[in-house]
C-alpha cells in the first residue's frame, strides 16, 4: 500500500486501513475474483520509501470476502426471447439466443423455455 508523506502521524494505521478500503473494495483480479469487504487486518509491516517520489511502500496483510464464479455454477436465469440473463453478486451475465444451439427454440408461456427435438430444457423456480 503506497501512502504520502502526509498521511503520516498519530493516525497512520487507520489511514493505510482507509486508504486499502478505498483502493481494494470493489476491485476484481482473476485469480482471487471480486474483493466484497476487507473484513480484517493481519498486519501492516514497515514502510520502504520510494526513491524520487516521496511515497512510502506499506505491506498489508489483510482478510476479505471475496466472490468468484466457478464454471459449472448454476444460477437463476431470465428467459427472454433474446437469450438468458442472470445475475451473480456483481456479474451481469446475458447469453444470446444467437449462441443457442440452432436445433433450439423460444418458447413463450407462464414459464418461458428453450425446448429443443429431445425435450425442452426447463426453467427451474425457487421460492
Known sequence: MQLHPRHFGRNL???IVS?????VEG???GRHGFVVA??????????????????VTFPVKYQCI????FKGEILEAVV??????AEAGPVQIFVSNHLTPDDMEFQS????????????????IVK
Request: glycine share 16%; hydrophobic share 30%.
Open 109 to 124: 408461456g407462464d414459464l418461458p423455455n428453450y425446448t429443443t427435438s429431445g425435450g425442452s430444457v426447463k426453467k427451474k
Open 27 to 29: 476491485t476484481r483480479s
Open 66 to 69: 471475496v466472490f468468484r464464479p
Open 38 to 55: 476487507i473484513t480484517g487486518i493481519e498486519n501492516v509491516g514497515k514502510g520502504l520509501i520510494r526513491d524520487g517520489a516521496g511515497f
Open 19 to 23: 486508504k486499502l478500503m478505498k483502493d
Open 13 to 15: 494505521r487507520e489511514n
Open 80 to 85: 427472454t426471447k433474446m437469450g438468458f440473463f
